[in-house]
């Protein structure tokens, strides 16, 4: 399954299998790191990240 074709499968199912597959199995190793979040704030950057990369946008 191509990333494209996972990614609207996430959309479609929202299968915590395939996100993992998605961000984890097929993480690209030059891709921005973030640390983990340890705050209230931190968890909303955290899936605001998430949610641009499942739609496909850019990193601002």
Do not use: C, W
Request: charge should be negative.
């Amino acid at each position: 399954m191509s990333r494209a074709e996972l990614r609207a499968y996430i959309i479609a199912t929202h299968d915590d299998e395939a996100i993992y597959e998605l961000f984890v199995n097929r993480r690209n190793p030059n891709a921005k790191k973030y640390p983990a979040p340890l705050d209230e704030a931190g968890f909303k950057i955290m899936e605001e990240a998430f949610h641009r990369k499942i739609q496909g946008e850019s990193e601002p």
